[in-house]
């Protein structure tokens, strides 16, 4: 079945560090790959997304890159900043009207 | 911008009640889903909705889960007779249901159950 790895952390990052937070996942088919975040108390809202093959998702200064070859979708950040203190869920989606299938998630903290 | 709104934001219950968990999909989507969260673990499918009736559900969705469209707006996960293992976050979410894999879903804030 499809399923999705990310690096568990938790994160630990100075402001204004790089952000690397590593997504690989397994599918039958080409599915749309997806980077959710969860702020302390909040719920999952989307932050990026790819539907093919080296397409490029970016929001707030985050981006991830489709890589078909190496099934991968590693989201970074050039600068990260307190606010962006959040876990961050990696999540495929099959087709239309498919359940997700997440990650474990990510917490990261990010330090002034 | 039109979102998922969910109530309770937290609802507590006796182990063996039943609770009714509310979600107002965005009111153009045709696809409706619940997923549930146990505190600190990762996010799980239940279920998905779709034209009146369950398309897919998990292992997790058992005869204790139903889900039900009452009216236009409202889309309800009900559990039966809840267990203290039921205890986690629940989160609605809903899509356009574009006819593509490019269909992304949007998710409600979550409602907290807590099974005493």
């Known amino acids: 079945g499809n399923s999705v790895t990310q690096m568990e952390g938790p994160v630990t990052l100075s402001e204004e560090a790089f952000l690397t937070i590593n997504c690989t996942y397994t599918?039958?088919?080409?599915?749309?790959l997806f980077w959710y975040v969860q702020y302390p108390g909040e719920g999952l809202q989307l932050l990026l997304k790819?539907?093919?093959?080296?397409d490029k998702g970016s929001n707030k200064g985050f981006e991830a890159t489709y890589r078909k070859e190496t099934t991968s979708f590693h989201l970074e950040k050039g600068s990260v900043q307190v606010s962006d203190s959040a876990v961050y869920f990696c999540?495929?989606?099959?087709?239309?009207?498919?359940?997700?299938?997440f990650g474990p998630g990510t917490r990261l903290s990010v330090l002034p | 911008e039109p979102e998922v709104t969910q109530t309770p934001s937290h609802q507590v219950t006796q182990m063996g009640q039943e609770v009714i968990l509310r979600c107002v999909p965005i009111?153009?989507?045709?696809?409706f889903y619940w997923y549930r969260q146990i505190l600190g673990q990762k996010v799980e499918f239940l279920v998905s909705?779709?034209?009146?009736?369950?398309?897919?559900k998990s292992e997790i969705f058992d005869d204790q889960f139903s889900v039900e469209r009452p009216d236009g707006s409202n889309f309800t996960l009900k559990i039966r007779s809840t267990k203290l293992e039921d205890s986690a976050m629940y989160f609605c979410?809903?899509?356009?249901?574009?006819?593509?894999?490019?269909?992304?879903?949007?998710f409600g804030p979550g409602t907290r159950l807590t099974v005493l």
């Open positions: 979410a809903s899509s356009e249901g574009s006819g593509t894999n490019t269909d992304t879903q949007y």
């Open positions: 599918a039958t088919g080409y599915p749309s």
């Open positions: 790819a539907t093919k093959a080296d």
């Open positions: 999540a495929l989606s099959e087709d239309y009207g498919q359940n997700f299938v």
């Open positions: 009111s153009n989507h045709l696809y």
């Open positions: 909705f779709y034209n009146n009736e369950i398309s897919e």
